[in-house]
């Protein structure tokens, strides 16, 4: 077995992604506590064991944002989901963070 590196980042990281994915409030509350267990951040911190801190978040926030876009969009109909892409495109867009 191999004993898996993860990037030195990722705690500070992943409470950033998010805050930064739950201040646009994607799923209800109960949705959000599931989705969250998944823990992307991890995922991503685990992928990408020697990146910078500035690369783990930006690789964080898309790999949320993807598979939330994935979730969300599984039972959304065309227009829906259509809509979806633009609110995700403004959010990346956004300087906030």
């Not at 994915?21 to 209800?28: D, G, I, M």
């Not at 876009?69 to 300087?95: C, E, P, V, W, Y």
């Amino acid at each position: 077995p191999c004993t898996p590196n993860i990037n030195r980042f990722h705690d500070e990281v992943a409470v950033e992604a998010r805050e930064w994915v739950h201040s646009y409030n994607p799923l209800p509350p109960v949705a959000q506590m599931k989705f969250d267990r998944d823990d992307f951040p991890l995922v991503t911190s685990l992928t990408y064991p020697t990146v910078s801190r500035q690369q783990l978040r930006l690789c964080a926030d898309f790999t949320i944002w993807f598979f939330l876009f994935d979730h969300i969009t599984d039972d959304s109909n065309g227009i829906a989901a259509k809509q979806l892409a633009m609110n995700l495109i403004m959010a990346m867009r956004s300087t906030a963070t």
